[in-house]
């Protein structure tokens, strides 16, 4: 009699532990999860969205770059901008301590990453091992544009972008090449032919619809939904560049042609004159980026980047345009600490300020502040000899970067309409001192 009780017992006891455990398991999913949301989970066994399109293509993906020493590093503007707004959470995350899939399961059609060309060892036996792996993979080649100077290496291709889709999501790669300015360039993602427009939504990526410069990003190594990823280390300043990116080529052919037509002028005191305008640019780039203040070539240095691609050896200074809203009251005193005294300051912040300044070997330095209107911009010019004042109208335009003497620098993006602006009737096709000028100004 008393082994049986003590069997039921064991049993009663048995059935209510059970009981119990099944509620505070009801308990948990249908109350507890439901107040504190499913993101501040730490169930292992919770694992919230990781079995989406999007993280799925994307595990593959740094599967298959991560075992072929491929070294891609996220580019991906929405991405970045989330990890930027839980930077702390993301530093401080492990591998395999997620629980909830947060960056990569957000819905969208693309996901972007990029790799330096330079670094990449095994292109074409990578692109084979991404269709064994299931990816429909499509390569987008150029023309090298940095060879468009050299007749017998203008026809060279090289990759710019692939696009691997995988279900209904596609890894939008794009190729990063170095250029002389230290800082890395993107090709134009243009369809050929016989490329099926419909293969991916082409008109909603956000790289190659024009090509792009960046500054060469500092990578770090961090994990996000479970994937140990490389990202640049300030992601945000890598998502403001994006849309101030554009980059358009100097016309090197057009350059070639026109010194065909005119001589080139490599005398030495042209070449003096070169070397000295090109240091008094590179001094003047770091000075203004260390104020934060963007700039751009103007008058005869912008001339001379768009008509022959190299500084005009008989300009005599060197000639940028900033917009007055990025004036910084420092200004003067940063170039005088930087060596360069002021030779002379026309007009005022609020109306036509010009600013010159003494560079070595007598190259002086002009900056030509630009004041927006509604529908046109103006800069103000005085007269050094009679303080003759001028207003120079210049339609509205957009900024570029480019590559001038091995530098990135910005230049306006519609040039030719910027120029004839600039030069009003002057034939600026034709070298000044062809025409009886001494300067191109």
């Known amino acids: 009699m008393s082994r049986i009780n003590k069997n039921v017992v064991l049993a009663l006891l048995t059935l209510t532990s059970s009981a119990f455990l099944l509620f505070q398991l009801y308990y948990y999913k249908h109350y507890l999860s439901t107040k504190n949301g499913a993101g501040l989970s730490k169930s292992k066994g919770s694992r919230i969205g990781f079995d989406s399109t ?43 301590s997620i629980s909830q899939c947060t960056f990569f399961c957000v819905p969208r059609d693309f996901t972007a990453f990029a790799l330096q060309y330079h670094l990449w060892k095994n292109e074409e036996g990578w692109f084979r091992i991404a269709e064994n792996m299931g990816f429909q993979c499509l390569k987008i080649e150029s023309k090298d544009p940095r060879l468009d100077g050299i007749d017998s290496l203008s026809g060279t291709e090289i990759p710019l972008h692939y696009i691997c889709k995988l279900a209904t999501h596609a890894i939008h790669l794009v190729v990063f090449h170095e250029r002389s300015g230290n800082y890395l360039w993107h090709g134009h993602l243009r369809l050929k032919e016989h490329i099926d427009r419909k293969f991916v939504p082409f008109r909603k990526l956000q790289f190659g619809r024009y090509p ?53 002028d490599n005398t030495v005191e042209a070449m003096a004159f070169r070397k000295s305008a090109k240091e008094l640019l590179q001094l003047a780039a770091k000075t203004l980026n260390k104020l934060g203040v963007p700039f751009w070539l103007s008058s005869g240095t912008c001339l001379g980047w768009y008509r022959q691609c190299n500084i005009i050896p008989y300009s005599k200074d060197v000639d940028l345009g900033i917009f007055i809203r990025d004036y910084k009251s420092d200004i003067i005193l940063a170039f005088q600490d930087a060596g360069l005294p002021l030779k002379h300051k026309f007009g005022k912040v609020e109306d036509s300020l010009e600013l010159s300044f003494q560079g070595k070997d007598d190259v002086k330095l002009d900056i030509f502040f630009f004041y927006e209107e509604t529908d046109h911009v103006w800069n103000g010019g005085t007269q050094a000899k009679t303080g003759k004042k001028f207003k120079y109208l210049f339609p509205k335009f957009t900024l570029c970067w480019t590559e001038f003497v091995d530098m990135k620098v910005r230049v306006p993006c519609e040039t030719l309409e910027y120029i004839e602006a600039n030069y009003a009737l002057r034939n600026f096709h034709v070298p000044h001192t062809m025409l009886g000028y001494s300067g191109e100004a």
């Open 54 to 96: 999007q993280w799925r293509a994307v595990k593959k993906f740094i599967m298959l770059t991560s075992n072929q020493n491929v070294p891609v590093f996220l580019i991906d503007p929405l991405v970045l901008e989330l990890i930027n707004k839980n930077f702390e959470q993301v530093k401080n995350t492990s591998q395999g």
């Open 212 to 264: 792009g410069a960046f500054d060469r990003p500092e990578l770090q190594q961090v994990t996000l939904d479970g994937l140990e990823v490389l990202i640049p280390k300030d992601p945000m300043h890598f998502v403001e560049e994006v849309p101030h990116s554009r980059f358009i080529e100097c016309r090197y052919k057009e350059a070639r042609a026109f010194f065909q037509q005119y001589l080139d």
